[in-house]
């Protein structure tokens, strides 16, 4: 950018100690802003200071957005790439009430793509009732009896996202509808409308390949047909069928469970799923301990991805089951790298990592979207390195076929 960006910063409280510096992420990888402040800020004390644009080495010397941060990203294939996301994620939409309970994200939608969540959980609900306006995204149980908060809804939602990836042709999201109440009249007009946002042919559009195809593509030939969006939705009334090609119907897996008896087609798609309700613990160990059960269960049954997360929910946690959902964040977002880190039983796994408020980082060294940036890098790297491999191979193959030619041509 050429207008320099200043940094005014408002304190209040009591003594916060020597801040040195604050990094601002763009929504990609390759700018920072650096803000250098080395102030001590004190109750109500003020400081103003001006950031230096960053670029990485990589940007300067390709001048290419590439897929999801890297150009090295363009040669995995969906199902080996790990997808930073979000839970509940439309959440973040309206601020709504009894946030401890209800509330997973305070960043709406775009914030989150901004952030760099590119794997989307949302919630869904078609509903004329307890402040609800139609096909809405949510949060809740037994919404029957009130016991469930509509938070806008999903057309606004999946404009405000199209508008994004069209204004960004470099990035591929994932949109998950796992939870869907009413699903008898949800789904239809979920689909409907799924279909009716993304179906403008110099727009970004769903991609197709692997019900078209039966693979899945890389994230290269995503970007460059503009079929940058994957949908999946657990469809508990058969409503997706092999006719909707945009659409893939999510089979959940548990950990210890088969996948044989899900008796899935070959238009299916299975997700093991690491969530399980249960008190965190002041260290957020249950949590780890089911992505840890997660990851090595589905080493063993196999199925297409490994989805792990790292949140409970309100009612199982503090006294009386009372913990908030944003402390439970901030104790659990901390452990993210060390569960990744163990999770090694298969290559390119897991796939999606799912978290409430992204942005509470806590005493973690890295955010989740740093994290997956490392991660990978890591199988980009593994990708080139098989790749070249293969080329040596074939190219000594048809070094001794020329040997042998020779050796018959001269008898």
Known sequence: TENPVSLTLQHKGSNAGMLEWIKIHSWHSAFNFHCVVQERLDYSSKHVTNCQLQETDHWRSSHQFGCNGRLEFCDLRFDQFLFPGTHNSG??????????????????IVEQLEFGIRFF?????????????GLETGHGSHPEIGLYQCYGRMDALLIQMRNWLDQHPSEVVVLNFGNIDWPDQTIPILIETLLEEFSSQDKVRINKAFKTTGSWPTLGEAVRSNERLFIFIRDSIGAVTENELEIVKE???KPGHDVASKNLTEFEASITTSYKAGDVGSDCSFVRRTNAEACKSESEIQTDFLKLSFFSKFGKGGAIGTECVHKMARKCNQWVKQVVDQCNYRSFRPNFLLVDYPNYQSLADQNIVQLCQAVNMERAKMVKLKEDIMKQVVKEIQVKTLENREIQFDY
């Open 91 to 108: 959440t973040g939409q309206q601020e709504g009430t009894y946030k401890c309970a209800y509330k997973n994200q305070d960043l709406n």
């Open 121 to 133: 959980d949302i919630d869904v609900i078609y509903s004329t009732i307890f402040g609800c306006s």
């Open 251 to 253: 089979i959940k897996v």
